[in-house]
């Protein structure tokens, strides 16, 4: 059963993860339509998923949500600290948006809700200036949600990922909070 609701969208509810989440979080994660786009390539036990939820999902280091519909999860919605460390991205108010659903769940808007509902905590509730996000150049359909919530492409990162026995470009997306606002 889901944690109690910390924020709600049109068609999910987002939750603290609790540790009777690890074997869905299990699941998903080793579900090839989940690990490959995320790029991370190594199989994970149970072990893993319970060290990933003590030392990340448990960390001060970001926000980790499961989302729900009713009490079925869907996936984890996330803001983590920027790139440049926990002091800067106090100094500079940023924070970087990332996200996973369960395959039987794509494409069905849950995504888009969740992230839009995460993005808006993070300008409203947090008071940040910026949330950036990374996705491979081939993954259409994170690119597209990115930009469906008004993210700019801001830069590529050329060749940095390899899927599927090739190298791929990373897209660098960035929203700042004065275009949120000006969007909704």
Same mark, same amino acid.
């Given at each position: 059963?889901?944690?109690?609701? #910390?924020?709600? @969208?049109?068609?999910?509810?987002?939750?603290?993860?609790?540790? /009777?989440?690890?074997? #869905?979080?299990?699941?998903?994660?080793?579900? !090839?339509?989940?690990?490959?786009?995320?790029?991370?390539?190594?199989?994970?036990?149970?072990?893993?998923?319970?060290? #990933?939820?003590?030392?990340?999902?448990?960390?001060?280091?970001?926000?980790?949500?499961? !989302?729900?519909?009713?009490?079925?999860? *869907?996936?984890?919605? &996330?803001?983590?600290?920027?790139? =440049?460390?926990?002091? +800067?991205? /106090? $100094?500079?108010?940023? !924070?970087?948006? !990332? =996200?996973?659903?369960?395959?039987?769940?794509?494409?069905?808007?849950? @995504?888009?809700? %969740?992230?839009?509902?995460?993005?808006?905590? /993070?300008?409203?509730?947090?008071?940040? $200036?910026?949330?950036? %996000?990374?996705?491979?150049?081939?993954?259409? %359909?994170?690119?597209?949600?990115? +930009?469906?919530?008004?993210?700019?492409?801001?830069?590529?990162?050329?060749?940095?990922?390899?899927?599927?026995? +090739? =190298?791929?470009?990373?897209?660098?997306?960035?929203? *700042? $909070?004065?275009?949120?606002? &000006?969007?909704?």
């Amino acid at each position: 059963m889901p944690g109690p609701v #910390f924020l709600e @969208g049109e068609e999910v509810t987002l939750r603290p993860v609790e540790p /009777a989440d690890i074997e #869905f979080v299990q699941r998903c994660m080793n579900d !090839a339509r989940v690990w490959r786009p995320a790029l991370d390539v190594n199989p994970t036990n149970y072990d893993q998923c319970e060290e #990933f939820f003590e030392n990340v999902v448990s960390g001060e280091d970001g926000v980790h949500c499961l !989302a729900c519909d009713g009490d079925e999860p *869907l996936g984890i919605v &996330a803001l983590t600290g920027s790139q =440049y460390g926990p002091t +800067e991205t /106090a $100094r500079s108010r940023d !924070a970087e948006l !990332a =996200y996973w659903f369960a395959p039987e769940h794509h494409g069905q808007g849950y @995504g888009s809700d %969740a992230a839009e509902t995460m993005v808006a905590y /993070a300008f409203d509730d947090r008071n940040l $200036r910026r949330v950036s %996000a990374q996705v491979g150049s081939f993954n259409d %359909a994170s690119a597209g949600l990115l +930009e469906s919530l008004g993210f700019d492409h801001e830069g590529t990162l050329r060749e940095a990922a390899w899927f599927r026995g +090739e =190298y791929h470009d990373v897209l660098c997306y960035g929203l *700042l $909070r004065e275009d949120w606002r &000006a969007e909704r």
